[in-house]
């Protein structure tokens, strides 16, 4: 299929993980594809994965300001959006106990308000009939021990959903959400968590999944890529769960 054929898509957070591999089905279906990340070395590298078509712009969404430095670029560079996938985020677990502001601010500075303000300084750049993706996660729906900041950040995405979809039906942009269950990536590794209790919390997690397995990332950019093409032109302000019936059975 080449659903993005003469199309441009910005994916944020597009180095690794599940936004790596988004970026890279795009592009395999015809897209222009923009991504950005913090890091400058591993945005060389998507770079090289994605193909020759592909601008890497090295931004921090927990920065608002970063927002209209992104967009100004993209304005300076003549470039129009027909997809957005707001993958960026962070997660850091931790029991109530435990949690304090700097995890709290760090959490919503990146996954909420950096989000609401992405999406608000690139709203100038999307071509009618765009759709933006969120990514959101089922802990918005699980009551998750330790996971309650990333959660209630989660949870305040797939609001936005609703509320940002009835703002931009009048200019043809479609928002919604795609909540991953647990999937295999990077982002594991930055919980905040010693490996021995990554391994513990794994095993605890995969036995919940009907499927008894991790999720991967190919499997969620499908999603993606389902969620913000034409092929989902009847679907807005909806939240898709892929999970492996986690959140479900």
Not at 181 to 193: E, F, I, N, Q
């Given at each position: 299929?080449?659903?993005?054929?003469?199309k441009?898509?910005?994916?944020?957070?597009?180095?690794?993980?599940?936004g790596l591999?988004?970026?890279?089905?795009?592009?395999?279906?015809?897209?222009?594809?923009?991504?950005?990340?913090?890091?400058?070395?591993?945005?060389e590298?998507?770079?090289?994965l994605?193909g020759?078509?592909?601008?890497?712009l090295?931004?921090?969404?927990?920065?608002?300001?970063?927002?209209?430095?992104l967009a100004s670029?993209l304005?300076?560079?003549?470039?129009?959006?027909?997809?957005?996938?707001?993958?960026?985020?962070?997660?850091?677990f931790?029991?109530?106990?435990h949690?304090?502001?700097a995890l709290?601010?760090q959490?919503?500075?990146?996954?909420?308000?950096?989000?609401?303000?992405?999406?608000?300084?690139?709203?100038?750049?999307?071509?009618?009939?765009a759709?933006?993706?969120?990514?959101?996660?089922?802990?918005?729906?699980?009551?998750?021990?330790?996971s309650?900041?990333?959660?209630?950040?989660?949870a305040a995405?797939?609001?936005?959903?609703?509320t940002?979809?009835?703002?931009?039906?009048?200019?043809?942009?479609?928002?919604?959400?795609?909540?991953?269950?647990?999937v295999?990536?990077p982002?594991y590794?930055?919980l905040?968590?010693?490996?021995?209790?990554?391994?513990?919390?794994?095993?605890?997690?995969?036995?919940?999944i009907?499927?008894?397995?991790?999720?991967?990332?190919?499997e969620?950019?499908?999603?993606?890529?389902?969620?913000?093409?034409?092929?989902s032109?009847?679907?807005?302000?909806?939240?898709?769960?892929?999970?492996?019936?986690?959140?479900?059975?």
């Amino acid at each position: 299929m080449n659903r993005f054929t003469n199309k441009t898509v910005l994916v944020t957070g597009g180095n690794s993980g599940i936004g790596l591999a988004t970026a890279i089905q795009y592009a395999q279906e015809g897209a222009r594809v923009v991504i950005t990340g913090r890091d400058q070395a591993t945005l060389e590298q998507a770079k090289q994965l994605i193909g020759a078509n592909t601008i890497a712009l090295q931004n921090d969404q927990g920065d608002v300001k970063a927002a209209g430095k992104l967009a100004s670029t993209l304005t300076e560079l003549g470039i129009k959006l027909d997809a957005i996938f707001l993958n960026a985020g962070i997660a850091k677990f931790a029991p109530l106990p435990h949690i304090d502001e700097a995890l709290w601010d760090q959490t919503f500075n990146v996954n909420v308000k950096g989000a609401f303000f992405t999406i608000q300084a690139l709203t100038p750049l999307l071509n009618r009939d765009a759709a933006i993706v969120l990514n959101g996660s089922i802990n918005a729906h699980i009551g998750m021990p330790s996971s309650s900041v990333y959660a209630a950040s989660k949870a305040a995405l797939i609001s936005f959903a609703k509320t940002l979809s009835a703002e931009m039906l009048p200019l043809g942009v479609r928002v919604n959400v795609v909540s991953p269950g647990p999937v295999s990536t990077p982002l594991y590794g930055r919980l905040g968590m010693e490996p021995a209790q990554l391994e513990q919390m794994a095993k605890a997690i995969q036995e919940q999944i009907p499927l008894n397995r991790f999720g991967t990332s190919e499997e969620l950019a499908k999603t993606v890529l389902f969620m913000s093409s034409s092929d989902s032109a009847f679907i807005v302000g909806t939240e898709l769960i892929a999970d492996g019936g986690m959140s479900q059975l």
